[in-house]
């Protein structure tokens, strides 16, 4: 439990109809259930301020129920995710599917200087919160040390997914972010986390509509480098016509009744990614 008064961030719900489900749009002031989450240095006490927050997106309103009215998450049993032990290289690595040799035409939304392959993957997985498109795939060109950011992917456009055919004068990796998609069809919510001093990120949950089982993932950056992190969840119970009443709040520290969500540990660049997972519950 922190010993201070600290800030919390909401969730503005938000519903959007499938076409695939038929399902009629439902009110949303039925959906308006503020939820907090908060990023903590593991054994330190330091917290890192949520000031931000993004929408609840019930992808198939039939979900509205079942899915979110978060005490159901809150009440999960949080099973110790499999990848825990894994090296942080290794869980950012794990988020991208490699090509060697070829390229997405058109698409690129930025391009920029990198000095290793893994600095080009932390910049897709990131260039979101930084305030930019939604990167769906990076490739990497090592003879300029340039990292092309795209915001589309192989499988989006495999018709211009094509073999560099200019091999004898640049290479070109590609490597598709497969982070970008929840694993299952089903309703999501997501946080965008950005902290007092330093930290920013984002968490996701997904559900899938027919097992009901739930997934996460989480990418942070700008942390303490080698460092470990917990991320705590907490359902306030609270209903409202929308979370911004609740943005900035004193004195919302963690208790008994927040959940560990997930534990995770930084590389040397300050940054944790965990790539979808499957929750117990």
């Given at each position: 439990?922190?010993?201070?008064?600290?800030?919390?961030?909401?969730?503005?719900p938000?519903?959007?109809?499938?076409?695939?489900?038929?399902?009629?749009d439902?009110?949303?002031?039925?959906?308006?259930v503020?939820?907090?989450?908060?990023?903590?240095?593991?054994?330190?006490g330091?917290?890192?301020?949520?000031?931000?927050?993004?929408?609840?997106?019930?992808?198939?309103?039939s979900?509205?129920f079942?899915?979110?009215?978060?005490?159901?998450?809150?009440?999960?049993t949080?099973?110790?995710?499999?990848?825990?032990?894994?090296?942080?290289?290794?869980?950012?690595?794990?988020?991208?599917?490699?090509?060697?040799?070829?390229?997405?035409m058109?698409f690129?939304?930025?391009?920029v200087?990198?000095?290793?392959?893994?600095?080009c993957?932390?910049?897709?997985?990131?260039?979101?919160?930084?305030?930019?498109?939604s990167?769906?795939?990076?490739?990497h060109i090592?003879?300029?040390q340039e990292?092309?950011?795209?915001e589309?992917?192989h499988?989006?456009?495999?018709?211009?997914?094509?073999?560099?055919?200019?091999r004898?004068?640049?290479?070109?990796?590609?490597?598709?972010?497969?982070?970008?998609?929840?694993?299952?069809?089903g309703?999501?919510i997501?946080?965008?986390?950005?902290?007092?001093k330093?930290?920013?990120?984002?968490?996701?949950?997904?559900?899938?509509?027919t097992?009901?089982?739930?997934?996460?993932?989480?990418?942070l950056?700008?942390l303490?480098?080698n460092?470990?992190?917990?991320i705590?969840?907490?359902?306030t119970?609270?209903v409202?016509?929308?979370?911004?009443?609740?943005?900035?709040?004193?004195g919302a520290?963690?208790?008994?009744?927040?959940?560990?969500?997930m534990?995770?540990?930084?590389?040397?660049?300050?940054?944790?990614?965990?790539?979808?997972?499957?929750?117990?519950?």
């Amino acid at each position: 439990m922190l010993s201070r008064p600290t800030r919390a961030a909401g969730l503005i719900p938000w519903m959007e109809n499938d076409d695939q489900t038929n399902a009629p749009d439902l009110p949303t002031s039925s959906t308006d259930v503020c939820y907090y989450s908060r990023l903590m240095r593991a054994g330190v006490g330091e917290s890192f301020n949520l000031l931000s927050l993004s929408p609840i997106v019930m992808v198939r309103a039939s979900l509205l129920f079942s899915l979110f009215s978060l005490s159901t998450m809150a009440s999960m049993t949080m099973a110790a995710l499999s990848s825990s032990a894994d090296a942080p290289n290794k869980l950012l690595l794990s988020c991208f599917e490699f090509h060697e040799n070829y390229w997405l035409m058109g698409f690129a939304f930025h391009t920029v200087s990198i000095e290793f392959k893994d600095d080009c993957l932390r910049h897709c997985l990131t260039s979101q919160m930084r305030g930019g498109e939604s990167c769906r795939s990076a490739m990497h060109i090592p003879n300029d040390q340039e990292c092309v950011l795209a915001e589309q992917s192989h499988s989006d456009r495999p018709d211009l997914f094509v073999e560099n055919d200019q091999r004898a004068f640049f290479s070109v990796n590609y490597y598709e972010n497969k982070c970008a998609d929840a694993p299952v069809k089903g309703g999501q919510i997501s946080a965008k986390l950005e902290g007092f001093k330093s930290g920013a990120g984002i968490v996701k949950m997904a559900q899938d509509i027919t097992s009901k089982q739930a997934y996460v993932l989480a990418v942070l950056t700008d942390l303490e480098a080698n460092e470990h992190y917990t991320i705590h969840y907490k359902n306030t119970g609270e209903v409202a016509s929308g979370c911004s009443n609740i943005v900035g709040r004193q004195g919302a520290e963690l208790d008994d009744s927040t959940t560990i969500l997930m534990e995770l540990t930084t590389d040397h660049t300050g940054m944790a990614v965990r790539p979808w997972e499957q929750l117990a519950t």
